[in-house]
C-alpha cells in the first residue's frame, strides 16, 4: 500500500470537494454505483452531502484514503439497519480514483470498515458488486463469501443493463 492515511470522513469543504470529484470520475470510468453518465458534479455533491448528514447522525461512517490533499479511495458502512437486523451492516460506496488503483487502498479501507463493525458490535457484512467491471476480486481476496448473482439488476453508468454480484462476510463477535 502507499502511504496513503486511511480516516473517517467528516463534512468540510475540501472532504465534499474531493467526494464530488471521485463519484463524477468513478461513473466517467463505468463504475456502477447508483448513478448515470455524465453525473452532473451537483447531483453528486448533493449525494455526498446527504451521505455526510448520514455519518453525523449515526447512521453510517464513510472512511477514506487521503494521498496528502487528494481522496484517492473511499469505502461507506451502513449501519442504518431495521431493528430485527442489529447485528449486521452494509459495505457501499467502494471507490478508488483510477490513478491509485492496485496499491491496496480498497483493502485497507475494508479492513477499517470491518473493525469498526466489530467495535459496534456487528457480525455480519453484506455487500454487492457489478458483475462487468466490478470489484469481486477484490472482496473475494477479502473473505467475502458469494451468494450469487441477480442478472439484469442495474444499469451501467452508460446504459446497458447489468447484474449484480451479492457477497457476505461472518466478523468475530467482539468479548
Given at each position: 500500500?502507499s502511504?496513503?492515511?486511511?480516516a473517517p470522513?467528516?463534512?468540510d469543504t475540501?472532504?465534499?470537494?474531493q467526494l464530488?470529484?471521485?463519484l463524477?470520475?468513478?461513473v466517467?470510468?463505468?463504475?456502477?454505483?447508483?448513478?448515470?453518465?455524465p453525473l452532473?458534479p451537483?447531483q453528486a455533491r448533493?449525494?455526498?452531502q446527504g451521505?455526510?448528514?448520514?455519518?453525523r447522525?449515526g447512521?453510517r461512517?464513510?472512511y477514506?484514503?487521503?494521498?496528502?490533499?487528494?481522496?484517492?479511495?473511499?469505502?461507506?458502512l451502513?449501519?442504518?439497519?431495521?431493528p430485527?437486523q442489529?447485528?449486521?451492516?452494509?459495505?457501499?460506496?467502494m471507490?478508488?480514483?483510477?490513478?491509485?488503483r492496485?496499491?491496496?487502498l480498497?483493502?485497507?479501507?475494508l479492513?477499517?470498515?470491518e473493525a469498526?463493525?466489530?467495535?459496534?458490535?456487528r457480525?455480519?457484512?453484506v455487500?454487492d458488486?457489478?458483475?462487468?467491471?466490478g470489484?469481486s476480486k477484490?472482496?473475494?481476496?477479502a473473505?467475502?463469501?458469494?451468494?450469487?448473482e441477480i442478472?439484469d439488476y442495474?444499469?451501467?453508468?452508460d446504459?446497458r443493463l447489468?447484474g449484480?454480484?451479492?457477497y457476505y462476510k461472518?466478523?468475530?463477535?467482539q468479548?
Open positions: 500500500m502511504d496513503a492515511r486511511i470522513l467528516t463534512a475540501h472532504t465534499l470537494d464530488t470529484a471521485l463524477v470520475e468513478t466517467a470510468h463505468g463504475g456502477s454505483v447508483s448513478f448515470m453518465h452532473p451537483e448533493a449525494f455526498w451521505s455526510l448528514d448520514a455519518a447522525a447512521g461512517v464513510l477514506g484514503a487521503w494521498d496528502g490533499d487528494t481522496l484517492a479511495s473511499t469505502v461507506t451502513l449501519l442504518d439497519v431495521p430485527n442489529p447485528h449486521r451492516a452494509e459495505i457501499a460506496k471507490m478508488t480514483r483510477s490513478a491509485y492496485g496499491r491496496g480498497a483493502t485497507a479501507l479492513r477499517a470498515a469498526e463493525a466489530t467495535r459496534r458490535g457480525t455480519l457484512l455487500l458488486t457489478s458483475v462487468d467491471g470489484a477484490l472482496y473475494e481476496g473473505g467475502y463469501i458469494l451468494v450469487g442478472p442495474a444499469l451501467t453508468p446504459g447489468n449484480t454480484l451479492i461472518r466478523l468475530p463477535a468479548t
